[in-house]
């Protein structure tokens, strides 16, 4: 079977495990946004939404919106404050992991199938409210693929999810790529995405930066969230200073634990293609205080990047899930808060 039709029968699998729950975009208004045509029609009023209508100031109210002529007017008695239609059409933005380490699972499936299947149910949502979606996915140094502007689900949902799939079917080679002429350009102006000279970007920060300078957007970030560098989570509390900004954790059973077996384990990088032999003892040997010591510093190392990253999203105000591979549908009551409450 060619790897064409691999890709289509699984981004055929991945659609049809794709959760459809309208996304509210609370950035803009109180309401929840429910089906296609809730939204009000594009505005041409003044700095482009059309006035509804004036009421009297509330708390917690933005104090941007205060209607100052309207407030003269009451001799200061009152305060008021605007309030406009918003644009039928909001922006979403999915940022996708798609370096190696996303090819791992052992359960069920592998990351990266579980972001297509996170990145489905975006777009299913996204098209119940006919908004506008762009998608990125980037590996170690480079942005991979991506939507130059944000389009209609129809029109790039089948290019989203078979950018995101496809490195997965290729197979894993550890070897640096050879630099052919004629090789393919960068997707984006690198260089004008630079704030200091000298300045070298990963991938993920140049996503990052490039959304950044879009109008004020739905951003989802889908990734293992492994090893992230301080210039990548300044870029991340960056983004999530212009943007609303939801990061959707994929991990596997295995990173988080050791297997419950005994006998030699292999760890492997996948990045790399190193190796590391390892002895479990089992669980019930009565003299097991050195496999405890390996089981539990196991865990409490991928415990504490969790919580280092968590803390972060919070500090940051952004938006966070886990997802593990072997959830499956499982996952869709977590997906479904995440997106009713973002």
């Given at each position: ?35 296609a ?45 605007s ?20 090819d ?14 996170l990145?489905a ?46 490195p ?16 393919r ?23 990052l ?44 059973r ?8 005994w ?59 886990e ?20």
């Amino acid at each position: 079977m060619s790897n064409k039709n691999t890709i289509e029968e699984l981004i055929e699998a991945v659609e049809a495990r794709a959760i459809q729950c309208p996304i509210p975009i609370r950035f803009r208004s109180s309401q929840n946004l429910g089906g296609a045509g809730e939204r009000n029609s594009r505005s041409r009023g003044f700095n482009g939404f059309d006035l509804v209508t004036q009421r009297e100031y509330q708390h917690g109210d933005d104090v941007k919106k205060i209607d100052w002529a309207a407030t003269a007017r009451t001799g200061g008695q009152k305060i008021f404050v605007s309030q406009f239609y918003e644009p039928r059409e909001v922006k979403f933005y999915i940022l996708v992991d798609s370096k190696l380490t996303m090819d791992f699972g052992s359960v069920r499936t592998t990351k990266r199938m579980l972001a297509a299947e996170l990145a489905a149910s975006i777009l299913k949502s996204a098209r119940k409210t006919n908004d506008k979606v762009g998608y990125i996915t980037y590996s170690e140094d480079r942005i991979e693929a991506m939507s130059k502007r944000a389009k209609f689900v129809g029109a790039m949902k089948s290019e989203a999810l078979r950018n995101i799939i496809e490195p997965g079917v290729r197979p894993i080679t550890h070897e640096a790529p050879v630099k052919a002429v004629g090789q393919r350009a960068d997707l984006v102006d690198v260089e004008g995405l630079i704030d200091q000279p000298g300045e070298k970007l990963t991938g993920l920060q140049q996503a990052l930066r490039f959304v950044r300078r879009q109008s004020k957007s739905l951003v989802f970030v889908i990734s293992d969230f492994i090893d992230l560098s301080e210039a990548e989570l300044n870029d991340l509390a960056s983004a999530s200073a212009r943007h609303d900004v939801v990061c959707m954790h994929v991990q596997d059973r295995r990173e988080r634990e050791l297997p419950d077996t005994w006998g030699v384990f292999v760890l492997e990088d996948i990045r790399k293609g190193a190796r590391k032999a390892i002895w479990l003892w089992p669980k019930w040997w009565p003299f097991q205080r050195r496999d405890n010591t390996v089981r539990e510093q196991f865990t409490a190392n991928f415990n504490n990047r969790r919580n280092a990253m968590f803390e972060f999203f919070k500090d940051n105000n952004i938006k966070w899930e886990e997802f593990s591979t072997e959830e499956g549908t499982a996952a869709t009551p977590k997906l479904t808060k995440l997106f009713a409450d973002h």
